[in-house]
């Protein structure tokens, strides 16, 4: 029934992308590139915005629907979570040899308590986390084969992943995948040409592939608000207690640092075994030891300030003073161990010619472990869910029914107050102007500008039309159109001299 349905919870998902992606597709259907949105904050680029993820090729798909449906966003989701789990798979089996190996890592990450926790609310960290695991296969092959074609195809996959917007984890996966461009370069033992070559090209094709969204993003990223943040405000992170979170998922909420006991176990096990250099494989050769290192450090940088790690980085790592929230470090944490589960997998397998090995070997054995990791990451994150409200996310209230009617008229602007459903992007969604949004990237002279300017006056100078407020205003210049009782909301309509303009800079 229509009112038993299970939503993921209100959060970014719908009052950010689900708007700005609606944009988006309206403006392909129509035949134009969605490169400056006049509705929200009295216009701001969307491109260089890349919550609204117009270069991303995987997204293009929306434009199919003559209004984004919410379900298309969950289905998209699923799809995002179904590529990490294939990307993973096929790097763990080209470094393990194994496919239930690789099976298992696949299962584990695509399942785990980080990728099914925020990032889902958060599409583009899931847009740019499921291009690790592809980049580093290809570049594995890449280096292994001596095949510059296959670099330059792991720097296409991880261009792709710049365009999917999330630049915080854009980072953790460059110094990740530079790290392990290092690390394998070293032990194939290549000449130092080959070696440099395949650096530059490994880096060009990336920088070229994601250019359309990280040169406009580094623009708007030196004018936003967010670059007046102190350090205080960035370097907040996990605190030790979090920590347990590992062992056991934080009941009723988050999880994301669960990877279940399976995988954890057999994680243990590949670097209490040293799985990669009992094997005949030159290229496993220090992988267990290498990702140990990746999630160690990946688990300190994750604590912020309440660790020591973070302000040696804030300080010395590029990159790294940039960004708020630290504890989205356990993305590499995350990833680090499903592949160091399935290299645990890997090393059982190969573990002597007797009973166990051949038991390990079994597919019903892997069957059975892959049931377990699945059925203990299924208690991660169960407050992801949660009953979809009457009348779905997008029921209209008075105020914007009023405003569907009235606003599109001319280029008149509505100062809505971020009261509308769908938050300050409301506008996205239904087609009319506003001078409030909400998204992480807002210029912050338009910010500073509403802040100082007194409200009359700046209502005059953005031709503002119509005001929605929970304030009982009065001026001359403002008759009440509507009011809403239920919800303590007014519709005002102005007459205060705003005239249009045009300002032509050349």
């Known amino acids: ?43 701001e680029p969307s491109a260089a915005n890349s919550v ?49 190996a690789g099976l298992l890592s696949g299962v584990v990450f695509s399942l785990s308590g980080f990728l099914t926790s925020y990032p889902m ?21 890449g280096l292994r084969r001596r095949s510059l074609r296959h670099v330059a195809l792991a720097g296409a996959a991880f261009g792709v992943g710049i365009l999917g917007g999330h630049f915080q984890t854009v980072l953790y996966t460059a110094y990740a995948a530079g790290a392990y461009l290092v690390y394998r370069l070293v032990g194939e033992r290549v000449g130092w040409r080959w070696a440099l070559g395949a650096a530059g090209i490994l880096g060009l094709v990336t920088l070229g592939v994601g250019a359309p969204q ?11 608000t967010r670059g007046r943040l102190g350090y205080d405000e960035i370097a907040h992170g996990f605190d030790l207690a979090a920590w347990w979170g590992l062992l056991r998922p934080n009941p009723g909420q988050w999880s994301p640092l669960y990877v279940g006991w399976v995988a954890l176990a057999l994680a243990g096990g ?29 688990l300190l940088a994750s604590l912020g300030k309440n660790g020591f790690l973070y302000p040696l980085l804030y300080r010395a790592a590029p ?87 009235h606003a599109a008229e001319g280029w008149a602007r509505v100062s809505s107050e971020g009261l509308l459903p ?49 304030r009982v205003l009065d001026h001359p210049g403002l008759h009440l159109a509507l009011e809403d009782p239920a919800r303590d909301e007014r519709v005002y309509t102005l007459e205060i001299g705003s005239r249009d303009a045009w300002i032509a800079h050349d």
């Open 1 to 43: 029934a229509p009112e038993a349905r299970m939503s993921l919870v209100h959060g970014d998902l719908i009052e950010q992308h689900l708007p700005m992606r609606t944009f988006v597709a309206r403006e392909y259907r129509a035949g134009r590139l969605p490169i400056w949105s006049p509705d929200t904050l009295s216009g």
């Open 52 to 100: 609204f993820s117009i270069f991303y090729p995987l997204g293009l798909w929306e434009v199919l629907f003559p209004t984004l449906p919410f379900l298309a966003l969950e289905l998209e989701i699923l799809a995002n979570l179904a590529l990490a789990g294939v990307f993973t798979l096929l790097y763990v089996r080209e470094i393990t040899g194994s496919l239930g």
């Open 121 to 141: 609310l958060q599409m583009i960290i899931l847009q740019v986390a499921v291009w690790l695991p592809a980049g580093l296969w290809l570049l594995e092959r």
């Open 214 to 224: 990280w040169l406009p993003s580094a623009e708007i990223i030196a004018r936003s």
């Open 270 to 298: 590949a670097l209490a075994m040293g799985a990669a250099r009992r094997s005949g494989l030159p290229w496993r050769r220090g992988q267990a030891a290498f990702w140990g290192a990746v999630a160690a450090l990946s």
């Open 319 to 405: 990159g790294f003073a940039l960004f708020r929230d630290q504890e989205r470090a356990a993305f590499l944490v995350t990833f680090a161990l499903a592949t160091l589960a399935g290299l645990g997998y890997a090393a059982l397998r190969d573990w002597g010619a007797g009973g166990a090995g051949r038991l390990v070997r079994s597919r019903v054995a892997l069957v059975v472990l892959v049931a377990l990791v699945a059925l203990d990451l299924a208690r991660a994150n169960g407050g992801m869910r949660e009953p979809l409200p009457p009348g779905g996310w997008e029921a209209p209230t008075p105020a914007a029914t009023y405003l569907q009617e």
């Open 422 to 470: 769908l938050d300050g992007n409301a506008a996205l969604r239904y087609g009319y102007r506003d001078t409030t949004g909400n998204g992480p990237l807002q210029i912050g002279a338009y910010d500073r500008f509403i802040a100082t300017v007194p409200e009359l006056r700046w209502w005059q100078m953005l031709n503002v039309r119509h005001v929605v407020t929970r």
